[in-house]
């Protein structure tokens, strides 16, 4: 068998098919049967070999060759660095207008997630579309076709765009602003003038939004994932609203009118005004719901929601449908069964398919119906409530605002098995929460839908009145039976992993604007872009993901490190940024891509490699830590198919007299076909497959090694200049140990000082001195005016009395009964006004010795 195995590799062109049989030796059947044998073969290597080039010249395209040849000729492209792009060194400033007040950060790049870069010029009003190349030549360069093609509207824009995003198959644009809102289509016909390309442009929900009648303001627009089509709009008159842009973009296709406020309530003007909006992602429930941010902190949540038309996959959605078929109706509660029914017969009806299981099993997709229960409207389930934990207070728990500020942004985090949801506030921080139970749908019965539908009975649109559950909802607590929950139309409690502070400057009253982006690599590590500039949070515990794994990990908090500073100097104001999102390719590598308002763009390399590596390591435990990690995550560079080896050749049964069998006899050519047959099926073909595998992963595995080389020596470098730096770090411990042991002795005679010992101030007391402080700026002057005014008085009183007595003692001899009554009216206003000055003269002493000790104190 050692002989077998030693042949050479030939070219990939050369067919490796056996020497053809003498057919003359051959019956007619043997003839007809080895003809068709060798037609098959020769397909199936014709077929495999086809397909193994072309998978090969997918992946590994020649940059070098020549384009395809086109009638019309076209300008030669050069590619360039992508922060090197003529179009991002202009001089020209997009620095955003207005009166100094801070702004939220405008957004004006997109990606259509494969070649295609988009950039709208807020000073030329057109949009700029740059053709991509990630990773090549080198895997961490991102480069840029030059020139960059210009796509200007058929209409003009007269708003300022703050946004733009792209959908979900690139074919359209949104531009969103705050006094207008259009799509851009992203195909057009040329331009004889300037070679640019005219796009059609429409207005969305003209009649609703931004006209002279009212002035409605779209805090949030997006794309629904699961369409090309349909675009969600939360606007500030509490109304979120679905529009199918190939229908109708003028009419909403879903109204959903929201009722956050019990009525009969009161509450603040900001548990009523929409912020935020997010869909949810790819798990259970959640694809079918919308999370709603108020200004107060609160979220709410309704499901289901379904864009007609939209495409789901058959075994996500037959999931949910068993799931409610499993618990619903077997439960002792008739609420729960209730529920399940309804959420059952909603998915029946938008998804016809799932009642024909048997016959429809082999689909791979479903499309979603226009449907929409006659009797029931959407219930707004929230606001979501903390769990509580142990004997933790329950107004803790239903007290939503924990950061300061007010609410600006909320994002939705599917990693994993959890769904993640961020609320960033006004004050810097960042609420970090996950959903501690499955959401589930929930209508109010009772509350009918306005449908619009055609002249066949079929439904164009819908409008329902979505109101929160009366009532109180009770307090959820871990320890509580799933059996108490489950179908209750309970809105599912939150668990708080953490609250991230961004330490931002607070200069301005109304704090800061904050978005955040996903990492489309590691959904563990969260972006927050403010004014300051960018931060990356990544989460090192999600409690799902762990809980499923079956190992206890040790609960750690997000870690948060700077990604870009916009600050020039350390007390210089931040300049914001006009554009960012962040880029990916098939190998592992990510970019952030940002535009600073200079016009610059800058291309951060991000490193998702050993983030989620826990810090410490048990040293006894290393080597099989390590072990256990490499075969957990083995390296995807070879495929596991070629590792396992040929497969096992299995010789086919012969007759015991085979070694007397001539090679020349039809029974030896049978038999060495048959082996020749088996040799190449398993060998031969296998050689071939690995020919192709290290031909196209050569130039990979050769940047992977010289990056790792490249590291290495970095890190050699890097030791070697701690190793320098080793004794001047001894000596600055020894200072800071010297200098600590200082600050103590000096801590330790403060505590000796009388002042150490004073006892906080009673409730009373702190009373006494909130009224003091409002004395102090408010009344204080006018009082001080007021006593010297009184002293000034009693002064000239006093100095008129004593001089005018005996003039008039002289002069009016017949009136003494009259001037000693006024006498006498003088003296007891004297002793008024003397007891007033004590009393206030006593107020003000007690005034300026409470200003002396706050002085003193502070």
């Given at each position: 068998?050692?002989?077998?195995?030693?042949?050479?590799?030939?070219?990939?062109?050369?067919?490796?098919?056996?020497?053809?049989?003498?057919?003359?030796l051959?019956?007619?059947?043997?003839?007809s049967?080895?003809?068709?044998k060798?037609k098959?073969?020769?397909r199936t290597?014709?077929?495999?070999?086809?397909?193994?080039?072309?998978n090969?010249?997918?992946?590994?395209?020649n940059l070098?060759?020549s384009?395809?040849?086109s009638?019309?000729p076209?300008e030669d492209?050069?590619?360039?660095?992508?922060?090197?792009?003529?179009?991002f060194?202009s001089?020209?400033?997009?620095?955003p207008?207005?009166?100094?007040?801070?702004?939220?950060?405008?957004n004006?790049?997109?990606?259509?997630?494969?070649?295609r870069?988009?950039?709208?010029d807020s000073?030329?009003r057109c949009l700029?579309?740059?053709?991509?190349?990630?990773?090549d030549?080198?895997?961490?360069?991102?480069?840029?076709?030059?020139p960059s093609?210009?796509?200007h509207?058929?209409?003009?824009?007269?708003f300022?765009?703050?946004?733009?995003s792209?959908?979900?198959?690139g074919?359209?644009?949104?531009?969103?602003?705050?006094?207008?809102?259009?799509?851009?289509?992203?195909?057009?016909?040329?331009s004889?003038?300037?070679?640019s390309?005219?796009?059609?442009?429409v207005s969305?929900?003209?009649?609703?939004?931004f006209?002279e009648r009212?002035?409605?303001h779209t805090?949030?627009v997006?794309w629904h994932p699961y369409?090309?089509?349909?675009?969600?709009?939360?606007s500030s008159?509490?109304?979120?609203?679905?529009?199918?842009l190939?229908?109708?973009?003028?009419?909403?296709?879903q109204?959903?009118y929201?009722?956050p406020?019990?009525?009969g309530?009161?509450?603040n003007?900001?548990?009523?005004?929409?912020?935020d909006?997010s869909?949810?992602?790819?798990?259970?429930?959640?694809?079918?719901?919308?999370f709603?941010?108020f200004?107060d902190?609160?979220?709410?949540?309704l499901?289901?929601?379904?864009?007609?038309?939209?495409?789901?996959?058959?075994?996500?959605?037959?999931e949910?449908?068993?799931?409610?078929?499993?618990?619903?109706?077997?439960?002792a509660?008739?609420?729960a069964v209730n529920n399940?029914?309804m959420a059952?017969?909603?998915?029946e009806?938008?998804?016809?398919?799932?009642?024909?299981e048997?016959?429809?099993?082999?689909l791979?997709?479903l499309?979603?119906?226009?449907?929409a229960v006659?009797d029931?409207?959407?219930?707004?389930q929230?606001p979501l409530?903390?769990?509580?934990?142990?004997?933790?207070?329950?107004?803790?728990?239903?007290?939503?605002?924990?950061?300061?500020?007010?609410?600006?942004?909320?994002?939705?985090d599917?990693?994993?098995?959890?769904?993640i949801?961020?609320?960033?506030w006004?004050g810097?921080?960042?609420q970090?929460d996950?959903?501690?139970?499955?959401?589930?749908?929930v209508?109010?019965?009772?509350?009918a839908?306005?449908?619009r539908v055609?002249?066949?009975?079929?439904?164009?649109?819908?409008?329902?009145?979505?109101?929160s559950i009366?009532g109180?909802l009770?307090?959820v607590?871990?320890?509580?039976?799933?059996?108490?929950t489950?179908w209750l139309?309970h809105?599912?409690p939150?668990l708080?992993?953490?609250?991230?502070?961004?330490?931002?400057?607070r200069?301005?009253?109304s704090?800061s604007?904050?978005s955040?982006f996903?990492?489309p690599?590691?959904?563990?590590?969260i972006?927050?872009?403010?004014?300051?500039g960018?931060?990356?949070?990544?989460?090192?515990?999600?409690?799902?993901t762990?809980?499923?794994?079956?190992?206890?990990?040790?609960?750690?908090?997000?870690s948060?490190?700077?990604?870009?500073s916009?600050?020039q100097?350390e007390?210089?104001?931040?300049?914001?940024?006009?554009?960012f999102l962040?880029?990916?390719?098939?190998?592992?590598?990510?970019?952030i891509v940002?535009?600073?308002?200079n016009?610059e763009?800058?291309?951060?390399?991000?490193?998702?490699?050993?983030?989620l590596?826990?810090v410490?390591v048990?040293?006894?435990?290393t080597?099989a830590?390590?072990?256990?990690?490499t075969?957990?995550?083995?390296p995807?560079?070879i495929?596991?198919?070629?590792l396992?080896?040929?497969?096992v050749v299995l010789?086919?049964?012969?007759?015991?007299?085979l070694?007397s069998?001539a090679?020349?006899?039809?029974e030896?050519?049978?038999?060495?076909?048959?082996?020749?047959?088996?040799?190449?099926e398993n060998?031969?073909?296998y050689?071939?497959?690995v020919?192709f595998?290290l031909?196209h992963?050569?130039?990979q595995?050769?940047?992977?090694?010289?990056?790792q080389h490249?590291?290495?020596?970095?890190?050699q470098?890097?030791l070697?200049k701690?190793?320098?730096q080793q004794?001047g770090?001894e000596?600055?411990?020894?200072r800071?140990m010297q200098?600590?042991?200082?600050?103590?002795?000096?801590?330790?005679?403060l505590?000796?000082?009388?002042?150490a010992?004073?006892k906080?101030?009673?409730k009373?007391?702190?009373?006494?001195k909130?009224d003091l402080?409002?004395?102090t700026?408010?009344?204080?002057?006018?009082?001080?005016?007021?006593?010297d005014t009184?002293r000034?008085?009693?002064?000239?009183?006093?100095?008129?009395?004593?001089?005018g007595?005996?003039n008039?003692?002289?002069?009016?001899v017949?009136?003494?009964?009259?001037?000693?009554?006024?006498?006498s009216?003088?003296?007891?206003s004297?002793?008024?006004?003397?007891?007033?000055n004590?009393?206030?003269?006593?107020?003000?002493?007690?005034?300026?010795?409470v200003?002396?000790?706050?002085?003193s104190?502070?």
């Open positions: 068998m050692s002989h077998l195995l030693m042949f050479h590799l030939p070219k990939p062109e050369t067919s490796f098919l056996p020497p053809a049989p003498n057919r003359s051959l019956s007619p059947h043997q003839q049967k080895e003809t068709r060798k098959r073969t020769q290597a014709v077929s495999k070999q086809n397909k193994m080039r072309f090969f010249e997918l992946t590994e395209p070098d060759s384009p395809r040849k009638p019309t076209k492209i050069q590619w360039v660095p992508l922060q090197n792009h003529p179009l060194t001089s020209a400033s997009t620095s207008e207005g009166d100094g007040s801070p702004q939220p950060p405008s004006l790049l997109a990606w259509d997630g494969a070649s870069l988009y950039y709208w000073n030329l700029h579309r740059i053709s991509i190349r990630l990773g030549p080198e895997p961490s360069s991102v480069l840029a076709a030059l093609k210009v796509l509207t058929d209409v003009e824009v007269n300022k765009v703050n946004k733009i792209i959908n979900r198959n074919s359209a644009l949104l531009l969103s602003g705050a006094n207008g809102l259009c799509v851009m289509y992203l195909y057009g016909r040329s004889d003038k300037d070679n390309i005219i796009c059609r442009t969305i929900g003209s009649q609703i939004y006209n009212n002035v409605i805090p949030k997006l369409s090309d089509t349909h675009l969600g709009i939360l008159d509490l109304v979120f609203r679905l529009f199918d190939s229908s109708d973009v003028l009419q909403p296709e109204e959903y929201l009722q406020v019990e009525s309530r009161s509450r003007a900001a548990s009523i005004c929409p912020v909006f869909f949810g992602g790819d798990h259970l429930w959640d694809r079918f719901s919308v709603l941010l200004r902190g609160s979220v709410y949540i499901c289901p929601i379904v864009p007609f038309g939209s495409v789901y996959k058959w075994e996500y959605v037959l949910i449908y068993s799931d409610a078929e499993t618990f619903g109706p077997k439960s509660n008739p609420v399940s029914n059952i017969s909603w998915l009806a938008t998804f016809p398919e799932l009642a024909h048997s016959k429809e099993g082999g791979s997709t499309k979603a119906h226009p449907y006659f029931a409207s959407l219930c707004l929230g409530r903390k769990v509580c934990q142990g004997g933790e207070d329950e107004d803790l728990a239903v007290r939503g605002a924990e950061c300061e500020g007010r609410a600006v942004s909320f994002l939705y599917l990693a994993s098995k959890d769904s949801l961020v609320t960033a006004s810097g921080q960042l970090i996950a959903l501690a139970d499955e959401i589930q749908p209508w109010t019965v009772g509350s839908p306005r449908l055609n002249s066949h009975n079929h439904i164009l649109g819908l409008a329902m009145l979505c109101e009366l109180e009770p307090v607590k871990l320890d509580q039976p799933h059996d108490h489950v139309g809105p599912p939150l708080r992993l953490a609250i991230v502070d961004l330490a931002l400057p200069k301005t009253e704090g604007h904050i955040m996903v990492d690599l590691m959904p563990e590590r972006y927050s872009v403010h004014d300051g960018i931060d990356s949070i990544v989460l090192h515990f999600l409690p799902f762990s809980q499923s794994s079956g190992k206890d990990e040790t609960v750690r908090t997000p948060v490190h700077p990604v870009l916009t600050c100097v007390n210089s104001a931040p300049s914001p940024l006009c554009g962040a880029l990916s390719d098939s190998f592992g590598y990510s970019w940002v535009i600073t308002s016009q763009c800058v291309v951060l390399e991000m490193k998702t490699l050993n983030l590596v826990p410490h048990d040293m006894l435990k080597s830590s390590s072990e256990e990690w075969n957990r995550n083995p995807d560079i495929s596991k198919e070629l396992s080896g040929p497969k010789v086919a049964q012969g007759s015991p007299n070694r069998v090679a020349d006899s039809i030896g050519r049978s038999t060495l076909h048959q082996y020749l047959n088996l040799f190449h060998y031969v073909e050689a071939h497959k020919y595998e031909k992963h050569g130039p595995l050769k940047r992977i090694i010289d990056d490249a590291r290495l020596g970095e890190a470098e890097k070697s701690a190793e320098k004794s770090l000596e600055r411990i020894n800071a200098r600590h042991n200082l600050l103590e002795q000096r801590l330790h005679s505590r000796n000082l009388p002042g010992d004073k906080p101030l009673s009373a007391e702190r009373e006494f909130s402080d409002q004395f700026e408010v009344e204080l002057d006018a009082l001080r005016t007021s006593i009184l000034a008085r009693l002064r000239r009183f006093t100095q008129s009395s004593k001089g007595i005996p008039q003692q002289s002069k009016i017949g009136r003494n009964n009259v001037l000693d009554a006024q006498i009216q003088l003296k007891s004297i002793a008024k006004l003397s007891l007033v004590t009393e206030n003269t006593k107020k003000v002493e007690a005034l300026e010795s200003l002396k000790n706050r002085e104190n502070r």
